[in-house]
């Protein structure tokens, strides 16, 4: 077993299944054990801890972990000095970044940023909300919430600043949103001094290269079919214009094959026309990464 060691923390809470199966996807086995803050990985190099994204940053700018996955916003909201190696556009439900908003009751008379001075702001992003207040020219008590931030307005809160992806809870709780101080994605960050030990440098970049690679093959299928030269015109006018498709010569001199990658959900309108036009011998095969 090798004496060197990778420092990894994956985001415990809402991220961790999504981490679990990015890094799945990328070709790590990981597992996490019910009451246990180290999942397991078959790389005995990488030593895994569960740590929260709030709290990332931290931990990585101080050299307790090497390097590690969390948000944006928790990198701003902690003021951490770390090394931002890749963005990692996923969430707990979308592919899309999340959102930290300024949301107020339905009926409440704030409109704007302005008509907050001295009002009562609940949130986890305490700094962040200080900061945005601040460039606005707005002083207003911003208190830390310890969760369940929705219910807040208006008995303990005259507003609050809350991560969203689709709106679905602040409506369910009958809050509208006056303003959106910033939009997060995941990163994966690392520290300086692990950043520059050549063995580390090296298995960070590795570890970046396979995530991104499997994210890129989100959505996408391999398609190859076989068809003679003298329809291969039609066949390319088919696939899409964007996509390059690798064409190479069979045995059968008046025929070639054809391999090409496609969005996953365009494939079932495609295949009757390719095979319309003579393709023949259509096979899908799923992605598991895409390495530029």
């Known amino acids: 077993m090798s004496d060197k060691i990778l420092k990894l923390g994956i985001p415990a809470g809402s991220l961790q299944e999504a981490t679990g199966d990015l890094f799945r996807k990328a070709g790590y086995k990981i597992t996490f054990a019910s009451r246990s803050y180290y999942p397991s990985m078959d790389d005995p190099e990488i030593h895994c801890t569960l740590i929260r994204a709030q709290e990332m940053p931290r931990y990585v700018q101080d050299g307790s972990l090497d390097c590690g996955l969390t948000?944006?916003?928790?990198i701003l909201e902690n003021n951490a000095r770390v090394v931002e190696l890749a963005e990692l556009?996923?969430?707990?439900?979308?592919?899309?970044?999340?959102?930290?908003v300024l949301a107020v009751p339905n009926d409440s008379p704030v409109q704007s940023v302005k008509d907050l001075a001295g009002k009562r702001i609940a949130t986890e992003v305490v700094n962040l909300t200080r900061r945005w207040l601040a460039q606005h020219g707005v002083e207003a008590n911003v208190e830390f919430s310890w969760g369940a931030t929705e219910v807040k307005p208006p008995k303990f809160a005259d507003a609050i600043v809350e991560v969203t992806e689709t709106g679905s809870s602040l409506r369910a709780n009958n809050l509208r949103i006056v303003a959106e101080l910033l939009q997060s994605t995941t990163r994966f960050i690392t520290n300086e001094r692990s950043y520059t030990d050549p063995w580390k440098k090296r298995k960070m970049d590795d570890i970046v290269l396979m995530l991104k690679g499997a994210m890129a093959a989100e959505g996408k299928v391999g398609l190859m079919l076989n068809v003679r030269k003298s329809d291969l015109p039609a066949v390319l006018k088919i696939l899409p214009a964007l996509q390059t498709p690798t064409i190479s010569a069979l045995s059968d001199a008046e025929w070639v094959d054809v391999n090409t990658i496609l969005d996953e959900n365009i494939v079932r309108n495609i295949i009757p026309l390719l095979k319309q036009a003579g393709a023949c011998g259509l096979v899908e095969y799923p992605l598991n990464k895409i390495i530029d």
Do not use: A
């Open 71 to 74: 948000g944006y916003d928790w």
């Open 89 to 100: 556009v996923f969430s707990k439900v979308s592919r899309r970044p999340v959102r930290w």
